[in-house]
């Protein structure tokens, strides 16, 4: 079965840094990786993806903070998260798009969730 397993949330006062990570298994031609968040009483929103050529798209309300990376070779994914603010609080949820070992169809992954908590 398809496994996201991500690492890497905590607490951290604002204006610190944290990196998230993320790596999938049992998935093949993996196209497009990402993080999304959900903060509590809202809805999910993407925050960071990147294709395997490795063109980026950010929220606008993390460009300049945040950077996504990736290696494809060892299908993971990375957030590094730079002068975190309190509204960055929220579950970040790996994302990844690909075909299953088992299967014959893309389909969409995700991994269970990593805290982050920001202080002020």
């Known amino acids: 079965q398809v496994q996201l397993v991500e690492s890497g949330g905590g607490l951290v006062q604002a204006g610190g840094s944290l990196r998230l990570s993320c790596a999938a298994s049992r998935l093949n031609f993996i196209n497009t990786m990402g993080w999304y968040r959900q903060a509590p009483g809202k809805q999910r929103e993407l925050v960071a993806t990147?294709?395997?050529?490795?063109?980026?798209n950010y929220a606008d309300s993390v460009k300049g903070r945040f950077t996504i990376s990736r290696d494809n070779a060892k299908n993971t994914v990375n957030l590094q998260m730079n002068s975190l603010k309190p509204e960055d609080t929220a579950v970040y949820y790996c994302?990844?798009?690909?075909?299953?070992?088992?299967?014959?169809?893309?389909?969409?992954?995700w991994g269970q969730g990593t805290q982050v908590t920001v202080s002020s």
């Open positions: 990147i294709t395997s050529g490795g063109s980026t």
């Open positions: 994302n990844a798009r690909g075909i299953p070992v088992a299967g014959s169809w893309y389909g969409d992954y």
